[in-house]
């Protein structure tokens, strides 16, 4: 099932969201909202970013193809300029990348962790931002450092985590 894509432009950046498979339990607009958030917490601009919420089947084709492990997985993040270190000029916008998250994977974290789906979302979403910047968790230090900046990203986020 494809549902039709919520896109928005609001300060400077521009945000798309869009829907495939079976998802229920969270609306494109409550992700939208969080990403334009979470753009102004990292203080970016003049950016662009895609947002797919899927189901299990549709990011496990994903995952498979791309990264050639044939399970589901949470999160997926494609980087857009990958290796591109031309400047940014003012007026311009630049191509983030695409975050896609498993709906149903992120129901099942969820669960397990005792909190909402709309948290565990916004986890996944900062998460996927986070790598499209840059961040890894390859070696300790990085992984202490993408924990600490996710931890505070979603602190701002969702109030009370």
Known sequence: MTHPTTTQRQSDNQVAVSVRGDVRGIAAKTVLRRAYALLDALELR???LSIVLCDDPFIRGLNRD???KDRATDVLAFAADAGDDAPWHAGEMHL???VIISVETAKRQAERAGHTLRKEC???LI???LHLLGHTHEADEDEALMDSETARLLA???PGS
């Open 46 to 48: 003049g950016v662009e």
């Open 66 to 68: 791309f990264r050639h």
């Open 96 to 98: 983030l990348g695409d």
């Open 122 to 124: 916004v986890f996944l």
């Open 127 to 129: 998460h996927g931002v």
């Open 156 to 158: 701002l986020l969702v």
